[in-house]
């Protein structure tokens, strides 16, 4: 396991974890924390971890060694936010629910047998549900008390049903090779896609092919949050099919630790802003 990236705050304080809001990113290809001290509204941890894990129970056995060797994770805090990252989710009228989350995960997704659904709601008639491995699902719960699972990406959702535009936006969210889709109207969510990528001609090809179906005009704004880069081969292949393309912003409703600026804010955003779910 390679060493984390990590930032700290001079605030940060360990003796005061059960004041904090901890929020959990991980897949098999990485594990990430932050830590969010709501009393002054200001993110003061941020760690990454590397991982390569071919299982989720390979998974699992590095996330224990992570907690098991972290003197912040191995303290009390206030609130824990989770978040498993899969191309296992999706958006649904709650309407749809007649039965149970898991039906209808299970028929839009090859469903494994240890796999629990996570669930969201958001407006008054629509769910946010993906699925998480049950090894990666236990063991958090026995770790942490009683943590807020959430499904991956939903920060997307958030941020587009409070975008400052009146008109169309696109925000796209990349972890590895796990792709989000969000296109709003006029703050509407109309469409939420997960696909998994092998490189950025893929993902340039979900992007084109949802715009050609929605005829979506070339001055629609485009967002991107995660592992995109300002001079990366998607950034170049993007713009020019769309003029206004940018990348994801902290926002004024909160502030961050001044060590979080040594990577741009879009990469960590949809981490940190797990403690913002209620």
């Not at 901890?22 to 003061?44: A, T």
């Not at 309407?95 to 898991?102: G, I, Q």
């Not at 699902?137 to 990406?153: C, I, R």
């Amino acid at each position: 396991m390679q060493p984390p990236l990590q930032f700290i705050d001079e605030t940060f304080d360990i003796n005061s974890c059960n004041n904090y809001i901890l929020s959990i990113q991980c897949s098999l290809d990485g594990f990430s924390f932050s830590v969010f001290d709501p009393r002054i509204e200001k993110f003061i941890l941020l760690s990454s971890y590397y991982l390569i894990c071919a299982t989720p129970f390979q998974l699992r056995n590095e996330i224990n060694s992570i907690v098991g060797n972290s003197p912040v994770l191995s303290q009390n805090f206030k609130k824990t936010n989770i978040s498993y990252i899969t191309p296992k989710t999706l958006v649904a009228p709650i309407s749809l629910l007649t039965k149970n989350e898991e039906e209808l995960l299970k028929s839009s997704f090859p469903k494994e047998r240890d796999e629990m659904a996570v669930k969201r709601s958001f407006q008054p008639d629509k769910v946010h549900l993906s699925l998480i491995p049950g090894i990666i699902y236990h063991f958090f719960s026995e770790k942490f008390n009683t943590p807020l699972f959430v499904p991956p990406a939903n920060n997307l959702i958030l941020h587009g049903e409070n975008a400052n535009t009146d008109t169309q936006l696109v925000s796209l969210f990349k972890h590895t090779h796990t792709l989000f889709i969000a296109i709003f109207n006029h703050h509407k969510l109309v469409v939420f896609n997960s696909y998994y990528t092998k490189d950025e001609n893929d993902e340039l090809f979900y992007l084109l092919n949802i715009a050609k179906e929605l005829n979506l005009p070339n001055h629609t704004s485009i967002l991107l949050y995660g592992d995109f880069y300002e001079n990366g081969a998607f950034s170049q292949l993007v713009k020019p099919y769309f003029k206004k393309v940018a990348f994801a912003h902290y926002s004024h409703n909160y502030s961050v630790s001044y060590t979080f600026y040594k990577k741009p804010a879009h990469i960590y955003l949809p981490l940190l802003e797990l403690a913002l779910c209620e």
